[in-house]
């Protein structure tokens, strides 16, 4: 795609890659507002099953939904390298159990290609895409739309 001033337009968007079981995902790194090694969270009865329970963050309750659990992703393991990633998700701040984390990735808009259609366990409504670099591979996660559905029950839906 070309500007008018003929130089070639590549929209550029950061990624910070974490890893669920043996797959690598991708979330906007604007959504990412710390990310902190995994701590006991005080359990809320009735609540299902990957919602770990919530942390006091300097003075504010965040709730903490395990991926590994949402997803079903085998044998949930909490080591050295597990980390809750703080999400900022429309002004409501949301802790994120990942297996771990691995780096800020840059893509350009022609290194992410459409999310194919089948059967996985992650919802292709709650994907962008999959970047690729190299031999590397992102799943690309919306995570707006992921945290805000009604499947997470994490905000009132008017």
Do not use: C, W
Request: aromatic share 6%; net charge negative.
């Amino acid at each position: 795609m070309q500007n008018l001033s003929g130089i070639e337009d590549i929209t550029t968007h950061e990624y910070l890659a974490f890893t669920l079981g043996s797959e690598e995902y991708g979330i906007d790194i604007l959504k990412v507002q710390e990310i902190r090694g995994y701590e006991v969270v005080t359990r809320i009865a009735n609540a299902p099953a990957f919602m770990k329970g919530v942390i006091n963050l300097r003075g504010i309750i965040v709730p903490v939904v395990d991926m590994r659990i949402k997803f079903a992703l085998g044998d949930v393991v909490y080591d050295q390298f597990t980390v809750v990633i703080i999400l900022n998700i429309s002004g409501r701040i949301v802790g994120m159990v990942v297996d771990s984390v691995s780096d800020v990735t840059t893509l350009k808009s022609d290194q992410i290609r459409p999310a194919p259609e089948m059967g996985t366990t992650f919802s292709t409504d709650f994907l962008i895409g999959l970047g690729t670099i190299e031999e590397r591979m992102l799943i690309l996660v919306d995570i707006d739309r992921l945290m805000l559905s009604p499947e997470m029950g994490l905000v009132e839906n008017s």
